[in-house]
């Protein structure tokens, strides 16, 4: 079986061979900026402790991140959305994975910006049996250091490829966050941070679950 970072080296090698070049070139002068900014660079980290935010299920009931880890140790991934080919690979992976999971004791949940529908959607396309919340106007990821703005040349590439982030997400607009992962110990404490500003490049669901191990 092909680990999930030859998936995706994969799907990045046919993406550029299927996006306009004058798209891709505005997509790659996006990630310059990114690089730039350092966005993520002060991200939560190992050794830090997660804050309780709230979040929404797909059913649109409150509950909060605490909850994920306030029992439990947890894996918490967070993702761009649903449109998002790179972050659907990663959740099949996490789902081929769940029975290995779940028998470390440990939860596993997904994080994004969209809707409570739309996370919907994204668990029945990838037939997840795992929580997808809802993080409104991306408030956990910006209080963990993930959130940025796509630059208004992307905004426009975006649009043309039939993907309007302000109507997908709840309240946040044209911000997402970058892909991450953490794994989280009993009561909060971080076990193991995997933030990148590349969206092609994602943790290895086996080295998180080496990471619980370890702990």
């Known amino acids: 079986?092909?680990?999930?970072?030859?998936?995706?080296?994969?799907?990045?090698?046919?993406?550029?061979?299927?996006?306009?070049?004058?798209?891709?070139?505005?997509?790659?002068?996006?990630?310059?900026?990114?690089?730039?900014?350092?966005?993520?660079?002060?991200?939560?980290?190992?050794?830090?402790?997660?804050?309780?935010?709230?979040?929404?299920?797909?059913?649109?009931?409150?509950?909060?991140?605490?909850?994920?880890?306030?029992?439990?140790?947890?894996?918490?991934?967070?993702?761009?959305g649903g449109w998002c080919p790179y972050c659907n690979l990663e959740l099949k992976a996490y789902q081929n994975l769940l029975n290995d999971i779940t028998a470390l004791g440990t939860t596993l949940a997904a994080v994004t910006p969209e809707k409570p529908d739309?996370?919907?959607?994204?668990?029945?396309?990838?037939?997840?049996?795992?929580?997808?919340?809802?993080?409104?106007?991306?408030?956990?990821?910006?209080?963990?250091?993930?959130m940025f703005e796509l630059p208004k040349k992307l905004q426009t590439v975006y649009n043309s490829f039939g993907m309007d982030?302000?109507?997908?997400?709840?309240?946040?607009?044209?911000?997402?966050?970058?892909?991450a992962t953490f794994v989280v110990a009993k009561g909060g404490k971080i076990i193991l941070a995997d933030v990148n500003r590349d969206y092609r490049l994602r943790l290895e669901p086996s080295e998180a679950i080496e990471a619980l191990k370890s702990a």
Request: charged content about 20%.
């Open 1 to 80: 079986m092909s680990s999930l970072k030859e998936i995706l080296a994969e799907t990045s090698a046919q993406g550029v061979k299927r996006i306009p070049p004058e798209a891709l070139s505005i997509m790659m002068e996006a990630a310059a900026e990114l690089d730039a900014q350092g966005v993520g660079d002060n991200a939560l980290k190992a050794g830090d402790m997660m804050p309780d935010v709230k979040l929404t299920d797909t059913m649109g009931n409150s509950t909060s991140s605490g909850t994920l880890y306030a029992h439990s140790p947890a894996i918490i991934t967070f993702y761009r």
């Open 118 to 146: 739309n996370s919907l959607s994204t668990i029945e396309k990838n037939q997840l049996s795992f929580p997808v919340l809802t993080d409104t106007a991306n408030n956990f990821a910006k209080q963990i250091g993930l």
């Open 165 to 179: 982030l302000a109507a997908l997400n709840d309240k946040s607009g044209w911000t997402l966050p970058i892909p």
